[in-house]
């Protein structure tokens, strides 16, 4: 089969692989689309230390089943999957209390093992979330980016009186964005400074006062001027720089949350009276804990609308003209999905 594969940091290229066959309990899928994320982009450059290379990247991805190991129904053959890439020991602490995406033995698809820029993958049955008929392929191919969007609003909480305010109109954003306006239907401010992404937040549901373009105007003096001045009362980070954090616990309201995504290892510099004085909570969120039963059902009522967001369409031949879509165009491309149809 023909894999998308990192060699080594800055090296990546079509690869003839072995098929995988499904072990026990698990299941063959032949890829239909792909999604290329951050996280890619970073184990291609050399930035990602969980990585150990060479590694077939992708961790977004739909397809059918093609085959089955032992003890997986031979019914299940045919039917068209998302694929969680988060892979628990379901016996460590964090999986005994039901956090089993920072589980101690955590493997991920596309980064501790092989992953879905491929032909085909295995993956642990439980792993692959039927997707019903009346979603579009490539629409499930971005389940798991409104996953990370639905731990994140998990984790802070989502209040009907909160008026939020997200860093970054990126996939990241962007998803949680859709998740805060259409299934929760609250308030939300939106930062970049592109206007083209800025567009993108639009087509998302953001209104025209809730866009704020932070190279044009200081975000405090936007959040005031939009009525804003005691603060947002959630926010997100879906930027990951050190200095945003810092400003988000300035700008927070008393007793407000913070949703913070990102994995830079630059500390950012945080008074602790700011966090005490305001009963501000931290909410740290990776990947995402069983949340695609729920990202399905928000898909399959019509809720959320990930085709605002893809942006390109590649054949996966052309891989490097993807990434490059994906890492030096941003003002042009958000998701860029990845067709594997041609191969099969």
Not at 125 to 133: C, E
Not at 247 to 271: D, H, N
Not at 289 to 304: K, N, Y
Request: with cysteine; net charge negative; aromatic share 6%.
């Amino acid at each position: 089969m023909l894999s998308v594969v990192v060699d080594r940091p800055n090296s990546i290229g079509i690869r003839e692989m072995p098929k995988p066959a499904p072990a026990v309990g698990e299941v063959c899928v032949r890829v239909r689309y792909a999604g290329i994320c951050g996280s890619d982009l970073h184990i291609y450059r050399g930035h990602n230390p969980f990585v150990s290379y060479p590694r077939i990247i992708g961790h977004e991805f739909v397809g059918r089943i093609e085959s089955v190991g032992e003890g997986v129904e031979a019914a299940r053959v045919g039917e068209l999957v998302a694929v969680d890439p988060v892979i628990s020991c379901g016996r460590c602490h964090a999986c005994q209390i039901g956090r089993q995406n920072v589980c101690r033995n955590l493997v991920v698809l596309g980064v501790h093992r092989d992953g879905g820029f491929s032909e085909y993958v295995s993956a642990p049955a439980p792993n692959a979330f039927r997707i019903p008929q009346s979603i579009a392929e490539s629409c499930a191919a971005i389940v798991e980016p409104f996953a990370v969007a639905a731990n994140v609003t998990a984790r802070t909480g989502v209040l009907d009186s909160d008026v939020a305010l997200i860093y970054g109109a990126g996939t990241v954003g962007l998803t949680i964005l859709q998740v805060l306006k259409r299934v929760y239907g609250i308030r939300v401010f939106i930062t970049d400074q592109l206007d083209e992404r800025l567009a993108l937040a639009r087509a998302c549901g953001a209104a025209d006062d809730e866009i704020i373009n932070t190279r044009n105007e200081p975000l405090a003096d936007a959040l005031r001027a939009r009525g804003m001045a005691d603060g947002p009362t959630v926010i997100f980070d879906a930027v990951g720089h050190p200095a945003i954090l810092e400003e988000a616990v300035r700008l927070a309201a008393p007793a407000a949350r913070i949703g913070v995504l990102g994995f830079s290892t630059i500390p950012s510099a945080i008074p602790q009276q700011e966090l005490t004085k305001k009963e501000l909570t931290l909410c740290a969120s990776r990947l995402n804990c069983a949340m695609f039963p729920t990202v399905i059902d928000w898909l399959e009522r019509g809720l959320i609308m990930p085709e605002s967001i893809i942006t390109h369409k590649v054949d996966f031949r052309d891989v490097a003209q993807a990434f490059d879509l994906a890492e030096s165009r941003t003002a042009k491309s958000c998701k860029v999905l990845l067709d594997f149809s041609l191969a099969h």
